[in-house]
């Protein structure tokens, strides 16, 4: 609630700060981005908010950690799958 979502989600706008803040270079973060929002809206709920932050800790734990072209089954939280 922090950082302001608008109908639970939070949009580029509002996590820019947040995402910045993590060292990773801009093109990882868009990447990263586009694998989150898993329903490709623009704006993260709190189940693609979860995806975002684990691709960023693995991101920021490893300097070796690629991500992955497209995200993995099993990284899908329930809610989002179809």
Same mark, same amino acid.
């Given at each position: %609630? !922090? +950082?302001g &979502?608008?109908?639970?989600? +939070?949009?580029?706008? *509002? $996590? =820019? #700060?947040? $995402?910045?803040?993590?060292?990773? &270079? #801009? %093109? /990882?973060?868009?990447?990263?981005?586009? $694998? !989150?929002?898993?329903?490709?809206?623009?704006?993260?709920?709190?189940? %693609?908010?979860?995806?975002? #932050?684990f691709?960023i800790? %693995?991101?920021? =734990?490893? *300097?070796?950690? *690629? $991500? @992955?072209? /497209?995200?993995s &089954? =099993? +990284?899908? @939280? &329930?809610? /989002? =799958?179809?």
């Open positions: %609630e !922090a +950082l &979502p608008v109908s639970g989600k +939070l949009g580029g706008d *509002q $996590l =820019r #700060k947040t $995402l910045m803040e993590t060292g990773l &270079p #801009k %093109e /990882k973060l868009r990447h990263l981005w586009d $694998l !989150a929002d898993i329903d490709a809206d623009g704006s993260l709920d709190v189940h %693609e908010f979860a995806v975002a #932050k691709l800790s %693995e991101s920021t =734990r490893d *300097q070796d950690f *690629q $991500l @992955p072209d /497209k995200l &089954p =099993r +990284l899908i @939280p &329930p809610a /989002k =799958r179809s």
